[in-house]
Antibody, heavy 120, light 107 residues
Framework: EVQLVESGGGLVQTGGSLRLSCAAS????????MAWVRQAPGKGLEWVSA???????DYADSVKGRFTISRDNSKNILYQQMDSLSAEDTAVYYC??????????????WGEGTTVAVSS | DIQMTQSPSSLSASVGDRVTITCRAS??????LNWYQQKPGKAPQILIY???KLQNGVPSRFSGSGSGTDFTLTISSLQPEDFATYYC?????????FGQGTKVEIK
């Protein structure tokens, strides 16, 4: 069964740091692009970061310079290091697998999410 | 950034109704447009990718159309399990962006 399981969320103070992890199973992790998508309470979806199968990275402007996405293909784990957190980062963070059909990129597997709450 | 605008933001419909949700991009995204369904407290699930291609396992009552800047998600006959929030998503340009969502409620 294809599965993504996030961990590492929690309550952190403004200016603090957290590292999210996402354990992947049921597919060849190293061959897929991966991403993080977040959802603030009662709000819509926001793409946060992405990493390609060849380790290229991309970030939303709102997190650029503060968040770092990385992957360990030997352990089938995706990470997101989050620094200088603010209240605006409070959200459920989803780990997502991205699939490519020809050149079409879409998010076909989602984890259940991990909650990050930033308080002052 | 490419802005994605969905309409309506919410709608009420009955079981068996035909439902149409539109998504407009602020500039062309060609057909790099995906649709997701999200139920309360759950992660989103892919329905449609590349504007019109049905993801494996998704019921055929769901369909997508459009290209360029204007797109449509249609549910041909609404079922009880379809009451949810739907999001469009462009993967044509970085940053990837989502529409604000359309909540489909029971009339």
């Amino acid at each position: 069964e294809v599965q993504l399981v996030e961990s590492g969320g929690g309550l952190v103070q403004t200016g603090g740091s957290l590292r999210l992890s996402c354990a992947a199973s049921g597919f060849t992790f190293s061959t897929y692009d991966m991403a993080w998508v977040r959802q603030a309470p009662g709000k819509g979806l926001e793409w946060v970061s992405a990493i390609s199968s060849s380790d290229g990275t991309d970030y939303a402007d709102s997190v650029k310079g503060r968040f770092t996405i990385s992957r360990d293909n030997s352990k089938n784990i995706l990470y997101q290091q989050m620094d200088s957190l603010s209240a605006e980062d409070t959200a459920v963070y989803y780990c997502v697998r991205a699939s490519l059909f020809q050149y079409y990129y879409y998010m076909d597997v989602w984890g259940e999410g991990t909650t990050v709450a930033v308080s002052s | 950034d490419i802005q994605m605008t969905q309409s309506p933001s919410s709608l009420s419909a009955s079981v068996g109704d035909r439902v149409t949700i539109t998504c407009r991009a602020s500039e062309t995204v060609r057909d790099y447009l995906n649709w997701y369904q999200q139920k309360p407290g759950k992660a989103p699930q892919i329905l449609i990718y590349a504007a019109s291609k049905l993801q494996n396992g998704v019921p055929s009552r769901f369909s997508g159309s459009g290209s360029g800047t204007d797109f449509t998600l249609t549910i041909s006959s609404l079922q009880p399990e379809d009451f949810a929030t739907y999001y469009c998503h462009q993967s044509y340009d970085s940053p990837q962006t989502f529409g604000q969502g359309t909540k489909v409620e029971i009339k």
